[in-house]
C-alpha cells in the first residue's frame, strides 16, 4: 500500500520525523495567533435572525407625551415604508406587553410620559433576502440621525440569541460621596464608550437634574377670598390631568364607560419655564359665594424645586449603569478597546486599580472618591461561558489522561494521545476561518464551537487507541518490527477511521447554517478533518519511540 510506504518512510528518516513534528507545530501556533490578530473572533453566540425586534424610546425626564409622540411619529415614518416590515406597535408612556427579553430590561417599569417602546414585526425568514440584525443595523442610523428630537435616545433591542440581559455591555459603577459624583463619572464612561466604532445605543441609566413647579395653595387667602378650598384643588386638576366624573351605560358594552372631563388641551405649556405656567394660572378664575371672580394665580404660590434622583441599587449598594449595544461585533473587541481608553485617558486625573478580570477602580487624585467599575451583561455571560467550556476541556483531557495511562502503564504513551486530542484545534480554527470567507457575516467561534471541540476529544482519542493496539498486536503476533508495524497498522485502520470522520461531516454539515448550533457543526467538521490527518501523520511519529515500552 502506498500509504503504508510513506509512512514507514517517513518513521525510518528522523528528518522526515522531525518535519511532521515542525509542520505541526508551526500550524498550531498559526492557528492560536489568529485570537490575538482577530482573524477568527470569539462570541458567546451569533445573532439571531428574528420575525421582530423592538424600539425603546427614552426622552429627558419631565419631557411631555406631546413630545414624545412625536418622536414616535418621526421614527414610524422612517421605517413604516421598509418593503420587510409588516406592522409596528407604538406603546407611549407604558412599556410593550412583555416578551423574553423585556423581563430583563425592565419594560414593566417604565411609566413616564418621557417614555415610549414600538414593537417591529418583519416578514418571515423566508420571504425575506436580508437579517433581521443586518435590518436593525440599516435603519439604526436613518432614524438616530433624523429622529433624535429633544435629545432623545433611540435604542434598537433584538432578541437575544442567548440568555436575556440588560445590554450587550452594561458597565456597574459603584461608590463615590454623591449621587452626582458617581453620575459625572457615569457620563466620562458613557463618551469613551462613544468612541468605540462599533458600540452603539449608548445611555446612562440615571436622571438628569430638572427643575419642577409645584402649586402651592394659599389657605388664609382662599378663605379670605370665600371660595371652596375642595373647589379650588378640583379646578387645579382638571386644568392640567382631568378626572373621571360620571359613567355612561352601554348595553353593548361589558363594563360602564367612564366620561372624562378637561378643561381644554390649552394644559399643555407653551414651555417649560415658571413665566408660562403663571400665564396658564391667570386664565382660570373662580367665582365665590358674592358671585365675583377670582384670579386663581392670585390663590396659589409656584415653587421651583429639583427633581430628585431615583437611586439605583446593586446589593444594597448605590450604582449607575451605562449600557451599549454591539452593532456585527462582538462584545469582546471593542470593550477592551474602551478598557484601554480608560486606562489611558483617565490616568491623569484618576489612580487606575485593576481589580479582577477587567474590572477597574479609579480613586481621584484630587477628591479621594473611589469609583469601582464592574463589567456585566453578555460581555459577563460570554467571559463566564468561556471559563467554565475551557475549564471542561481541560478536566477532559485530564482524565483521558490518567484513564489512558491506567490501560496503557505509560505516561509518554498517554501524553501522546492527549497532546494529538489537543492539536485537533487546528482543523476548528481552519474551519471556523473558510466559514469566514464563505459567508457574509463574520463567523464567530461560539459557545457551541468550543463543545463541538470538547466533543473532539474522545474521537481523536479513540483513533489513537485503534493504531497503537493494532501496532502492539503486529508486534506480538507477526513480529513485525516496531516501525514497519506502526506502518501497516495506520493504513490497515485508515478506511475505517476516514468512513467514521465522513460519516461525522456529513452530519454535522447539516447544521453548520445554523444561527445557534452553526459553530458546532463547523468545529466537529474541521477537527474530525484534520483528527484523520493526525491520526495518520502524528500519532505514529509520536508513538514509535515508546511503543517498545508496552510491549
Known amino acids: 500500500m502506498k500509504l503504508e510506504?510513506?509512512?514507514?518512510?517517513?518513521?525510518?528518516?528522523?528528518?522526515?520525523?522531525?518535519?511532521?513534528?515542525?509542520?505541526?507545530?508551526?500550524?498550531?501556533?498559526?492557528?492560536?495567533?489568529?485570537?490575538?490578530?482577530?482573524?477568527?473572533?470569539?462570541?458567546?453566540?451569533?445573532?439571531?435572525?428574528?420575525?421582530?425586534?423592538s424600539i425603546y424610546v427614552d426622552l429627558k425626564d419631565g419631557s411631555s407625551i406631546n413630545q414624545t409622540k412625536q418622536v414616535v411619529q418621526c421614527i414610524v415614518?422612517?421605517?413604516?415604508?421598509?418593503?420587510?416590515?409588516?406592522?409596528?406597535?407604538?406603546?407611549?408612556?407604558?412599556?410593550?406587553?412583555?416578551?423574553?427579553?423585556?423581563?430583563?430590561?425592565?419594560?414593566?417599569?417604565?411609566?413616564?410620559?418621557?417614555?415610549?417602546?414600538?414593537?417591529?414585526?418583519?416578514k418571515k425568514q423566508e420571504d425575506r433576502d436580508i437579517t433581521s440584525y443586518n435590518l436593525v443595523t440599516k435603519l439604526r442610523d436613518d432614524v438616530q440621525k433624523n429622529c433624535s428630537l429633544y435629545d432623545a435616545n433611540i435604542k434598537f433591542i433584538e432578541l437575544p440569541a442567548?440568555?436575556?440581559?440588560?445590554?450587550?455591555?452594561?458597565?456597574?459603577?459603584?461608590?463615590?460621596?454623591?449621587?452626582?459624583?458617581?453620575?459625572?463619572?457615569?457620563?466620562?464612561?458613557?463618551?469613551?464608550?462613544?468612541?468605540?466604532?462599533?458600540?452603539?445605543?449608548?445611555?446612562?441609566?440615571?436622571d438628569d437634574d430638572f427643575l419642577m413647579y409645584e402649586l402651592e395653595v394659599n389657605s388664609s387667602k382662599v378663605i379670605m377670598s370665600k371660595i371652596d378650598l375642595d373647589q379650588l384643588k378640583n379646578i387645579l386638576y382638571l386644568a392640567f390631568e382631568g378626572m373621571n366624573v360620571a359613567v355612561i351605560n352601554d348595553k353593548n358594552a361589558q363594563s360602564q364607560i367612564p366620561i372624562f372631563l378637561r378643561l381644554n388641551d390649552s394644559r399643555t405649556l407653551n414651555n417649560s419655564s415658571k413665566e408660562a405656567l403663571k400665564t396658564k394660572l391667570e386664565n382660570l378664575k373662580l367665582m365665590n359665594t358674592e358671585?365675583?371672580?377670582?384670579?386663581?394665580?392670585?390663590?396659589?404660590?409656584?415653587?421651583?424645586?429639583?427633581?430628585?434622583?431615583?437611586?439605583?441599587?446593586?446589593?444594597?449598594?448605590?450604582?449607575?449603569?451605562?449600557?451599549?449595544?454591539?452593532?456585527?461585533?462582538?462584545?469582546?473587541?471593542?470593550?477592551?478597546?474602551a478598557r484601554d481608553e480608560m486606562l489611558e485617558?483617565?490616568?491623569?486625573?484618576?489612580?487606575?486599580?485593576?481589580?479582577?478580570?477587567?474590572?477597574?477602580?479609579f480613586i481621584d487624585k484630587k477628591t479621594n472618591e473611589r469609583f469601582d467599575l464592574v463589567f456585566d451583561g453578555e460581555l459577563k455571560v460570554t467571559i463566564d461561558t468561556f471559563i467554565d467550556l475551557g475549564g471542561a476541556f481541560i478536566i477532559a483531557l485530564v482524565l483521558i489522561f490518567f484513564l489512558m495511562v491506567m490501560y496503557y502503564k505509560?505516561?509518554?504513551?498517554?501524553?501522546?494521545?492527549?497532546?494529538?486530542?489537543?492539536?485537533?484545534?487546528?482543523?476548528?480554527?481552519?474551519?471556523?476561518?473558510?466559514?469566514?470567507?464563505?459567508?457574509?457575516?463574520?463567523?464567530?467561534?461560539?459557545?457551541?464551537?468550543?463543545?463541538?471541540?470538547?466533543?473532539?476529544?474522545?474521537?481523536?482519542?479513540?483513533?489513537?487507541?485503534?493504531?497503537?493496539?493494532f501496532s502492539k498486536q503486529l508486534v506480538e503476533e507477526k513480529g513485525l518490527g516496531i516501525n514497519e508495524a506502526i506502518a501497516k497498522a495506520t493504513a490497515t485502520r485508515s478506511k475505517p477511521i476516514i468512513l467514521t470522520v465522513l460519516t461525522m461531516v456529513f452530519a454535522s454539515a447539516l447544521i453548520a447554517n445554523d444561527a445557534v448550533f452553526g459553530g458546532l457543526g463547523v468545529a466537529l467538521i474541521g477537527g474530525t478533518l484534520i483528527s484523520y490527518v493526525v491520526s495518520m501523520f502524528f500519532v505514529p511519529v509520536i508513538i514509535k519511540n515508546q511503543l517498545k515500552k508496552i510491549l
Open 77 to 122: 415614518k422612517n421605517i413604516q415604508n421598509d418593503e420587510n416590515i409588516t406592522n409596528i406597535s407604538a406603546f407611549m408612556g407604558v412599556g410593550q406587553p412583555l416578551d423574553f427579553a423585556a423581563l430583563v430590561k425592565q419594560s414593566a417599569l417604565k411609566n413616564k410620559e418621557s417614555q415610549a417602546e414600538l414593537m417591529v414585526n418583519i
Open 345 to 361: 485617558s483617565l490616568s491623569n486625573d484618576y489612580e487606575v486599580i485593576k481589580t479582577n478580570l477587567l474590572n477597574l477602580a
Open 5 to 53: 510506504k510513506f509512512i514507514f518512510s517517513i518513521l525510518q528518516s528522523k528528518q522526515k520525523s522531525f518535519l511532521v513534528y515542525l509542520i505541526t507545530f508551526i500550524l498550531f501556533v498559526l492557528s492560536v495567533l489568529t485570537f490575538p490578530t482577530h482573524i477568527t473572533k470569539a462570541k458567546m453566540l451569533p445573532s439571531k435572525d428574528s420575525d421582530t425586534f
Open 162 to 206: 442567548g440568555p436575556p440581559v440588560l445590554a450587550s455591555i452594561v458597565t456597574e459603577i459603584y461608590g463615590g460621596k454623591t449621587f452626582e459624583s458617581r453620575r459625572d463619572f457615569a457620563l466620562k464612561i458613557a463618551q469613551i464608550l462613544k468612541n468605540q466604532a462599533t458600540l452603539v445605543d449608548i445611555d446612562i441609566l440615571a
Open 291 to 337: 358671585g365675583n371672580m377670582i384670579n386663581i394665580s392670585e390663590l396659589v404660590t409656584i415653587k421651583e424645586s429639583l427633581k430628585e434622583p431615583t437611586i439605583t441599587s446593586k446589593n444594597l449598594n448605590p450604582m449607575i449603569n451605562v449600557i451599549a449595544e454591539t452593532s456585527k461585533d462582538s462584545q469582546i473587541y471593542p470593550l477592551l478597546n
Open 410 to 469: 505509560s505516561f509518554a504513551i498517554s501524553g501522546g494521545i492527549v497532546l494529538s486530542s489537543f492539536i485537533s484545534i487546528i482543523g476548528v480554527i481552519i474551519a471556523h476561518i473558510i466559514m469566514d470567507l464563505i459567508t457574509t457575516d463574520t463567523f464567530y467561534l461560539t459557545a457551541t464551537s468550543l463543545i463541538g471541540f470538547i466533543g473532539l476529544i474522545g474521537i481523536n482519542s479513540r483513533n489513537s487507541t485503534l493504531i497503537i493496539d
